[in-house]
C-alpha cells in the first residue's frame, strides 16, 4: 500500500487544481483571454496593413510589425493578472484561501504557475496566428522578397526568437501584474501601477532630450527592454540587446514577485 500523503503536502498537491478552479471560474477570465488573444492578432494585422514598403530597402521590420499587436495584448494579460489576487483580496475570499493553507508563499507559488500556465497557452496562440496572419498580408504591404523581405517563417532564426520572446515576454508581464497586486491588494491601484509602469516609461523616454538618458531609460523600462526581443533589424544598434532587454522584464517580474510575497507573508490577509 502507498503511504498517505501528509496533511500539509496533501494540501500543496491540490493548490493548483484550487487556483485554477478560481481562475477558470472566476467571471471574466475567459472574455479577457479571448480579447487578449483577439486584440494581439487584429493589431498586429492592421499595422501590416498600415505599413507599406514601396522600395528596396524600406527599414521595416517586417516581424516587429506582425507582433504589434502584443503591446496592446499585454494590457489585458495585466488586468488578467491582476484580478486573479485583487479579485480575492475585494471578496475576501484571501480569507478563506490562506486559512485552508496557511503557507502564503506556497499560495502565491501557485497562483504564479497557474497564471502562467493560461498565459503561455493564450499568448503561443495569440503570436503563432499573428506570425501566419503577417506572412499572407506582408507580401500586400509591399514586403516581397524583391524588396529584400523573404517570406515569415519560423524556421528563420531571429523570427523564431522573437516568436518565442513575445510569449515569455506575455508571461512576464502576468507575473509583473501579479506581483503588484499581492503587494497592493487593490485591483484598481494595482491595474493603473502596472499599465503605468508599462506605458509611461516610453512616454518619458521620449521626453528627454538627453541622448544618453533616453538610452538609458529605454534599457530600463519594462516595455522597451522587454520587446528588444522581438527585433529582426539593426539589432545592434538597439539600447539593449533582445534577450538581455527580456532579463530586464524579468528582474522587473521577479522584484515585484519578491515584494508581495514578502508583504504578504508579514502582513494581515
Not at 503536502?9 to 480579447?35: C, D, Y
Not at 509602469?197 to 531609460?217: G, N
Request: with cysteine; charged share 10%; net charge positive.
Amino acid at each position: 500500500m502507498k503511504p498517505a500523503l501528509k496533511p500539509a503536502a496533501h494540501l500543496l498537491s491540490r493548490l493548483p487544481r484550487a487556483e485554477w478552479t478560481k481562475l477558470r471560474t472566476a467571471g471574466g477570465t475567459g472574455r479577457l483571454l479571448l480579447l487578449a488573444f483577439v486584440l494581439t492578432v487584429a493589431v498586429g494585422c492592421g499595422t501590416v496593413r498600415a505599413v507599406k514598403c514601396t522600395d528596396a530597402g524600406c527599414g521595416q521590420d517586417a516581424v516587429r510589425l506582425a507582433l504589434t499587436g502584443v503591446t496592446v495584448g499585454q494590457a489585458v494579460v495585466a488586468v488578467l493578472a491582476v484580478l486573479a489576487v485583487g479579485g480575492e483580496y475585494g471578496s475576501r475570499m484571501i480569507t478563506t484561501t490562506l486559512m485552508a493553507m496557511p503557507n502564503r508563499l506556497a499560495v502565491l507559488a501557485a497562483k504564479a504557475t497557474v497564471l502562467t500556465a493560461v498565459v503561455l497557452v493564450t499568448g503561443t496562440a495569440a503570436v503563432l496566428a499573428s506570425v501566419l496572419a503577417g506572412g499572407l498580408l506582408l507580401p500586400g504591404s509591399g514586403f516581397t522578397e524583391a524588396h529584400g523581405y523573404a517570406p515569415l517563417s519560423l524556421a528563420d532564426g531571429p523570427t523564431l526568437r522573437a516568436a518565442v520572446g513575445s510569449v515569455l515576454y506575455l508571461c512576464l508581464i502576468a507575473l509583473l501584474g501579479l506581483g503588484v497586486a499581492t503587494a497592493v491588494r487593490e485591483a484598481t491601484t494595482a491595474i493603473g501601477l502596472v499599465l503605468g509602469l508599462l506605458y509611461l516609461f516610453p512616454v518619458v523616454a521620449q521626453v528627454v532630450h538627453d541622448p544618453d538618458w533616453q538610452r538609458h531609460l529605454q534599457q530600463l523600462a519594462p516595455m522597451p527592454a522587454g520587446l528588444a526581443v522581438q527585433a529582426t533589424v539593426g539589432v545592434d544598434a538597439l539600447p539593449i540587446g533582445p534577450w538581455a532587454g527580456l532579463g530586464v522584464l524579468a528582474a522587473w517580474a521577479g522584484t515585484a514577485l519578491l515584494i508581495g510575497g514578502t508583504l504578504l507573508r508579514i502582513r494581515d490577509a
